[in-house]
């Protein structure tokens, strides 16, 4: 993973000391790319650049052990399965720092032309997370994964053959699987921390509170999405930023 931060994606890094140094976090981020380098992108982050290094845990979904070769990987990077009792035990009992892509697999599945467009934020499964652990959410933008590895079609009849999730058309077609992670593009990746959002006012009991559960995740949703915007307006390059 050091050679895709330090010389492939070239990544800049932002505000890492909104980062905290000590207990338990929520890092909430935008998602893309057919076999997704943002997440092990954000974990080098936090273990290269920031003052007090910390392993950061993946919330992610199972669909990845359908895929020859990544469930291993995924698993040696940090992912964990998407499951409350994860999260809680990881970020409340543990203290430890949690990443959570709320866009989902539906974000994986972005063709070009939708890049840096956020997809809907579920029902608010994280803000609920974060509330019963009382644990303060980071929102994380990302550029540069939408480049590196670009979808430009889906083949619905191979999904159905291999069972796979999708099956995309991109430039590391037809080698995607096992050795597309070697073939992402040298897309220059700019990674922003934004302000923590403090949770410690909200308990358990306002995961019922629906209007507020889903008035949380919108702001939150457009906080990346303007950060994302504001990121691609100021980047001169796709490759060298």
């Known amino acids: 993973m050091n050679f895709y931060y330090r010389y492939w994606f070239r990544v800049d890094a932002q505000g890492l000391e909104n980062v ?6 929520l890092l909430v981020s935008n998602h893309s790319g057919a076999i997704p380098p943002d997440g092990p992108m954000i974990m080098q982050a936090l273990r290269n650049e920031h003052p007090e290094p910390r392993p950061l845990y993946m919330l992610g979904e199972h ?3 359908g895929y020859p070769g990544v469930g291993m990987l995924t698993n040696k990077l940090g992912l964990v399965a998407a499951h409350p009792e994860n999260a809680q035990r990881l ?27 956020l997809r809907r934020f579920g029902r608010g499964g994280f803000v609920k997370t974060a509330m019963r652990a009382g644990v303060p959410i980071v929102p994380v933008a990302v550029i540069g994964a939408e480049e590196a590895m670009p979808i430009f079609a889906h083949v619905p009849l191979l999904e159905r053959v291999t069972g796979l999730i999708y099956f995309p058309i991109n430039h590391a077609f037809p080698h995607f699987g096992l050795f597309a992670g070697l073939m992402y593009l040298p897309a220059k990746f700019k990674i922003r921390f934004l302000e923590p959002i403090d949770m410690s ?9 629906l209007e507020l559960v889903q008035s949380l995740t919108h702001q939150i949703r457009e906080r990346i999405q303007a950060e994302v915007d504001a990121l691609i307006h100021s980047r001169t390059s796709v490759w060298f930023g």
Request: hydrophobic share 35%.
């Open 91 to 117: 970020l409340h009992d543990e203290g430890r720092l949690v990443l959570a892509f709320p866009e989902g697999a539906k974000a994986t599945r972005k063709l070009f032309w939708q890049r840096y467009r």
């Open 201 to 209: 006012g909200f308990g358990p009991e306002e995961t019922e509170d």
């Open 20 to 25: 905290p140094s000590a207990g338990g976090a």
């Open 63 to 65: 669909w990845f052990k």
